[in-house]
């Protein structure tokens, strides 16, 4: 399998949330790098980091209540024989019905065929950090 269909599977493993499916991808020691200013900003390492308090999947499995809120629309945009760059839509839904839908540019390091590092980078971090705020997502 080649970086791309793997970082491709990923996506799709994320929004069917096929969580065997994602650690199956992951590599053991895989690495997050989150903008420091999000509620689970910062950097992580191993696959089990993101069931801390305030991981990505605390804070947005419950933002995203329907299938439509799941959809990340990942397009490649560049790879190489060890990164590859992706365009996705970030969405989600807070318990007032408020809708967010912001882009993100992720960074995925791929080695023998395992995600190793993830960096992500928000287009609108101000609009995102505003949906998390009125969704009252509590900063770690």
Same mark, same amino acid.
């Given at each position: 399998?080649?970086?791309?269909?793997?970082?491709? &599977?990923?996506? #799709?493993?994320?929004?069917?949330?096929?969580?065997? =499916?994602?650690?199956?991808?992951?590599d053991?020691?895989?690495?997050?790098?989150?903008?420091?200013?999000?509620?689970?900003?910062?950097?992580?390492?191993?696959?089990? !980091?993101? /069931? /801390?308090?305030?991981?990505?999947?605390?804070?947005?499995?419950?933002? %995203?209540p329907?299938?439509?809120?799941?959809?990340?629309?990942?397009?490649?945009?560049? !790879?190489? &024989?060890?990164?590859?760059?992706?365009?996705?839509?970030?969405?989600?839904?807070?318990?007032?019905?408020?809708v967010?839908?912001?882009?993100?540019?992720?960074?995925?390091?791929?080695? &023998?065929? #395992?995600?190793? =590092?993830?960096?992500?980078? !928000?287009?609108?971090?101000?609009?995102?950090?505003?949906?998390? =705020?009125?969704? %009252?997502? #509590? /900063?770690?």
């Open positions: 399998m080649n970086n791309e269909t793997l970082v491709r &599977d990923l996506f #799709k493993a994320i929004e069917t949330r096929d969580i065997d =499916r994602v650690l199956e991808i992951y053991p020691e895989v690495e997050f790098h989150w903008p420091p200013a999000l509620p689970y900003g910062g950097s992580t390492r191993g696959a089990s !980091s993101g /069931s /801390s308090e305030a991981s990505w999947q605390s804070v947005w499995l419950p933002l %995203q329907e299938p439509s809120d799941r959809h990340l629309d990942p397009r490649v945009i560049a !790879s190489n &024989d060890r990164e590859v760059v992706v365009l996705y839509h970030q969405r989600g839904r807070d318990p007032q019905g408020n967010f839908d912001g882009e993100v540019i992720g960074l995925y390091e791929v080695m &023998d065929s #395992k995600l190793r =590092r993830a960096q992500m980078f !928000s287009f609108d971090e101000r609009a995102l950090l505003e949906f998390l =705020r009125h969704a %009252q997502v #509590k /900063s770690s």
